[in-house]
Nanobody
Framework: QVQLVESGGGSVQAGGSLRLSCVAS?????MGWLRQAPGKEREGVAAMDDDGDTTYAASVKGRFTISKDKVKNTLYLQMNDLKPEDTAMYFC????????????????????WGQGTQVTVSS
């Protein structure tokens, strides 16, 4: 069982930055950040597998950076140049088994979830 605890959400103006953190207990093969806006489906934002390979959604590529501190077992999401459309509840998630690259951003392929942290970007 893996437990995930997110922090770092908040309210910022467009163009601002936030860094999300996710402390994990236990080992997982890959981890990711996903988000869900009101009335929309949960979507993958960024993912990192066990050897450090990363995948980003097209909408955030070049603005968001996923990273992991293996010593602290903490996953980060640095979000720069935030836009109002980035407003959502952001979730940290993890997988208990290896998966294909093409599944990295699919919410239904994740087994463990954090409680979420709200990010609100105003124009």
């Amino acid at each position: 069982q893996v437990q995930l605890v997110e922090s770092g959400g908040g309210s910022v103006q467009a163009g601002g930055s936030l860094r999300l953190s996710c402390v994990a207990s236990g080992y997982s093969f890959s981890m990711g950040w996903l988000r869900q806006a009101p009335g929309k489906e949960r979507e993958g934002v960024a993912a990192m597998d066990d050897d450090g390979d990363t995948t980003y959604a097209a909408s955030v590529k070049g603005r968001f950076t996923i990273s992991k501190d293996k010593v602290k077992n903490t996953l980060y999401l640095q979000m720069n140049d935030l836009k109002p459309e980035d407003t959502a509840m952001y979730f940290c998630a993890a997988k208990r088994s290896p998966d294909r690259v093409r599944y990295r951003l699919l919410a239904e392929t994740y087994h463990y979830w954090g409680q979420g942290t709200q990010v609100t970007v105003s124009s």
